[in-house]
């Protein structure tokens, strides 16, 4: 069974302090990772996917098959990155995303 | 263009009422489902729909029916309502690899 495991529920860091949300997956076929976030009053947003390898707002986040990861990280945290982040594995043919527990994100001044 | 539009907000039920959670999309995507979130879980899928007049269970389907006559709508129904399925409620839309959601439903059921 395909499953998402985010150890961390809360993670506090001091402003421009480096930041790695863990998340790792059990699944015997070809992942698709995501990351979203929801940030204080609004909707779940796609932060970024495996698949196109890009950085958004900073952060970056590399398929580990080995070590069945997928962290997001942040070189230098902003306050304006306090949130809940989700990880979330896609399975191949099937559209259902499961979704880890979350981990909020807490970027102090 | 308005996204995944979910109505109502918010929204207080008793034990046994019945309710229908509407979830609307303008983006002409054939994939739609409902999640709940709770607290320490994260999301977890009740139903989906791969397009009008296909449904299927996900993880925590009992309790809730749905149904897909449109690509557009795709209501959720809460049959009778139990204070274990007080939550957020959040539908979404995926084409290709992205996944749109709604703003959320809080449901209390008292």
């Known amino acids: 069974a395909q499953r998402v495991t985010q150890p961390e529920k809360l993670l506090s860091v001091f402003k421009g302090a480096p930041v790695e949300l863990k998340c790792n997956y059990s699944?015997?076929?070809?992942?698709?990772l995501f990351w979203y976030v929801q940030y204080s009053r609004q909707r779940l947003q796609l932060l970024l996917r495996?698949?196109s390898r890009e950085s958004i707002k900073g952060f970056t986040a590399d398929l580990n098959k080995g070590e069945t990861s997928f962290h997001l990280k942040k070189p230098f945290a902003q306050e304006e990155d306090s949130a809940m982040y989700y990880c979330a594995l896609g399975r191949t043919g099937r559209r259902a995303l499961t979704f880890g527990s979350g981990t909020r994100l807490q970027v102090q001044p | 263009n308005a996204g995944v539009t979910q109505t109502p907000k918010f929204q207080v039920l008793k034990t046994g009422q019945s309710m229908t959670l509407q979830c609307a999309q303008d983006?002409?995507?054939?994939?739609m489902s409902w999640y709940r979130q709770d607290p320490g879980m994260g999301l977890r899928l009740i139903h989906y729909s791969v397009g009008a007049g296909i449904t299927d269970q996900g993880e925590v389907p009992n309790g809730y029916n749905v149904s897909r006559s449109t690509t557009e709508d795709f209501p959720l129904r809460l049959l009778s309502a139990a204070p274990s399925q007080t939550s957020v409620y959040f539908c979404?839309?995926?084409?290709?690899?992205?996944?749109?959601f709604g703003q959320g439903t809080r449901l209390t059921v008292v």
């Open positions: 699944y015997s076929g070809s992942p698709e």
């Open positions: 495996h698949i």
């Open positions: 979404a839309s995926r084409s290709g690899a992205k996944a749109f």
């Open positions: 983006m002409n995507h054939e994939y």
